[in-house]
């Protein structure tokens, strides 16, 4: 595992776990209206080196838009927004409290927090129940019909996993 990751993401756990009230962006409204829109519960596993150990955090988040362009929210177990994501063509932005981040694309975002990449288009994908078939992942979507995605990274390495229960 990198620096990066050992830095980031343990960042990133004890900001969804001790964020208070931040005031995220929000898209326009007529983009907003027309999006796709998923909540629920969020958890994340990166496997890491051996003497750190795996890196994981779990949130309540909501999700709006798709590949190109939207929003995602964490939310602390009390409900205050821990941190947002929101991205348009050619950016992406990382509020937290009062710290904002910048990065050149969500795909840029995902992979500096969390140390490795994620398929953006294919995880839009897999939450409207398309089983988009992708090299070096797993995805279980059996329990789709319940709200439940669970997609697995097996190579290249490092190992992750991302667990969705979305609510009704």
């Known amino acids: 595992m990198n620096r990066r990751l050992a830095a980031s993401l343990p960042g990133l756990c004890l900001l969804l776990a001790l964020a208070g009230c ?3 962006s929000r898209m326009p409204e007529e983009t907003a209206s027309a999006a796709a829109r998923w909540s629920g519960r969020m958890s994340v596993r990166v496997e890491a080196s051996p003497s750190l150990g795996p890196q994981a955090f779990s949130s309540t988040f909501e999700l709006q838009g798709g590949p190109s362009q939207g929003d995602l929210y964490f939310y602390t ?3 205050s927004t821990a941190a947002s994501i929101v991205w348009t063509p050619g950016q992406a932005q990382l509020q937290s409290g009062a710290e904002t981040r910048h990065f ?4 840029d975002l ?3 927090v969390l140390g490795t ?3 953006v288009t294919a995880l839009f994908a897999w939450l409207a129940g398309d089983p988009v078939s992708l090299d070096g992942w797993e995805v279980d979507q059996s ?3 319940n709200g439940k995605i669970t997609a697995r990274r097996t190579s290249p390495p490092p190992g992750a ?3 969705i229960v979305l609510e009704p």
Request: aromatic share 4%.
């Open 143 to 145: 329990q789709f019909g």
């Open 161 to 163: 996993e991302i667990r």
């Open 117 to 119: 990449p994620v398929p």
């Open 110 to 112: 995902i992979e500096r």
């Open 22 to 24: 931040a005031a995220p």
């Open 104 to 107: 050149a694309n969500i795909a």
């Open 77 to 79: 177990p009390l409900g």
